[in-house]
């Protein structure tokens, strides 16, 4: 079972941080990419951001400057460090274990966890 499971989702006030942290089980992980994305009610899912096994990163362009995506192959975990955030960064954030060294295809998503960024 390679299920990734999310954590650190939360309420937070417009312009604080969070860090989410996705971790997952089995030796795929360090040889894949991982991603996060986000899906806002009535929205499709977005990508957010991801990082390669190597450690390239890229992100949405409505979240670059304030996001931050790492990875520890040690402890088989993703994070993202999320801060200056605002109300339409509200939405229920997915991690993703991609299905080759660079992102692209998903091979498992995660359950979710919720994000909402309000006064």
């Known amino acids: 079972q390679v299920q990734p499971v999310e954590s650190g989702g939360g309420l937070v006030q417009p312009g604080g941080s969070l860090r989410l942290s996705c971790a997952a089980s089995g030796s795929i992980f360090s040889i894949s990419a991982m991603g996060w994305h986000r899906q806002a009610p009535g929205k499709q899912r977005e990508l957010v951001a991801s990082i390669s096994s190597g450690g390239r990163s890229n992100y949405a362009d409505s979240v670059k400057g304030r996001f931050t995506i790492s990875r520890d192959n040690a402890k088989n975990t993703v994070y993202l460090q999320m801060n200056s955030l605002k109300p339409e960064d509200t939405a229920v954030y997915y991690c993703?274990?991609?299905?080759?060294?660079?992102?692209?295809?998903?091979?498992?998503w995660g359950q979710g966890t919720q994000v909402t960024v309000s006064s």
């Open positions: 993703g274990i991609g299905a080759s060294p660079t992102w692209g295809l998903v091979r498992y």
